[in-house]
């Protein structure tokens, strides 16, 4: 079955040709063609996603972007439907329901954070093909991205159950809301992630050479020993699964605050900084991975969504499934299927429906910006 998949949920326009088959319970897919337009340099200036803007740029882009597919053939056309921003959503909506009544075929509602999920669980089977399999019940997902922070327990294929989510911020929106006091560009993420390394790097260096106790908030530049601000892991000794974000960005910025502002601080400064908020941040997904795991005796674990391309809070999770839940199976993503994207709708609505149960719909379909994984 070929599936034509359109994801615009955000600020990421992405058209994907995805052909997958069911043999048993193993799932094969195979990318036969994917485009993607990001449009970050365009919200940069306001230092995150400004979704009227989001809504033009994917008008303009999809039309250009399916001048690569319109002469192929496709069983059924995908498109996220939420969550997300309501304006860029509406925009793939109608764009899906165009091509589908064009070329006669069925058209599949899909969840952008199932897309997550199923793709996250896929692994890699030769050049742009994937394989889902041997996934062990009951799998738990954490989802962390610009938009969402949450626990996803799946005890049946395709029935969810969220054990925790945000109570306000998303742990991606905490990155980029800090990066903009730090005056880094948007997306901010990255930008805190590699003056974190930066820090973690010369801080290494400095105990080397004697320079520096092995301490995580301090290190040595410019032949100073530097002091980073202490920021708290908010909510990481409550009994829940549960985070919150919010405190941590205005402690942030009262730290900032109290020593001046951002101009006040040398580039070394502002990576230590960094390098706080990603241990901070950090710390709060390891302990409440811990916690998840030992309340829900999932068999495999999963991260997935934008935030799960860090690499220091992908090593961290990692080591901590190895060394206390070493009979978790634990599925890192590819780098690249991390964001947004169309290959993951294309893969969850191919699960869906080569399992029977992804019904087609008509006219009226809708966004839904807060849908959730467990409706």
Request: with cysteine; proline share 5%; aromatic share 6%.
């Amino acid at each position: 079955m070929k599936i034509l998949a359109i994801e615009t949920s955000c600020d990421e326009t992405g058209i994907a040709l995805v052909e997958g088959r069911k043999e048993g319970s193993t799932f094969i897919f195979e990318t036969k063609k994917a485009a993607l337009l990001s449009q970050a340099l365009l919200h940069s200036p306001y230092g995150g996603v400004y979704p009227n803007l989001a809504k033009r740029e994917h008008e303009k882009n999809l039309p250009a972007l399916y001048e690569q597919f319109k002469d192929e053939e496709f069983d059924a056309v995908a498109v996220t439907h939420g969550p997300g921003l309501e304006p860029a959503l509406w925009t793939g909506i109608e764009f899906a329901k165009k091509i589908a009544a064009e070329k006669k075929v069925p058209l599949l509602p899909t969840n952008h954070m199932e897309g997550h999920f199923i793709s996250s669980l896929a692994q890699p089977n030769g050049e742009r093909s994937n394989i889902l399999q041997n996934v062990r019940m009951s799998a738990l997902a954490l989802l962390i991205s610009g938009g969402h922070t949450e626990f996803v327990l799946m005890r049946e294929w395709l029935q969810y159950e969220i054990i925790g989510k945000t109570l306000d911020d998303a742990v991606g929106e905490a990155f980029d809301k800090v990066a903009r006091m730090l005056g880094l560009p948007y997306p901010g993420g990255p930008e805190i992630s590699k003056l974190a390394q930066q820090h973690r790097s010369r801080q290494e260096v400095g105990q080397k050479n004697g320079l520096v106790e092995a301490e995580p908030t301090r290190g040595p530049f410019s032949g100073q020993i530097l002091a980073a601000p202490k920021l708290p892991r908010p909510m990481i000794n409550s009994n829940t699964c549960d985070f919150s974000f919010s405190g941590l960005k205005t402690a942030a910025l009262y730290a900032l605050r109290d020593r001046g502002g951002i101009q006040t601080l040398s580039p070394d400064e502002v990576a230590a900084f960094a390098a706080e908020l990603e241990d901070a941040i950090a710390e709060v997904l390891v302990s409440k991975t811990r916690k998840a795991l030992w309340d829900t005796g999932a068999k495999t674990f999963v991260i997935g969504g934008g935030v799960a391309a860090n690499r220091y809070i992908r090593e961290k999770v990692e080591a901590l499934v190895l060394e206390e839940f070493p009979d978790v199976d634990l599925r890192l993503p590819e780098l690249s299927i991390t964001g947004d994207n169309a290959i993951m709708i294309a893969q969850a609505a191919l699960v869906r429906a080569l399992s029977g149960k992804n019904d087609a719909v008509g006219s009226d379909l809708r966004a839904v910006g807060n849908l959730s994984i467990a409706s």
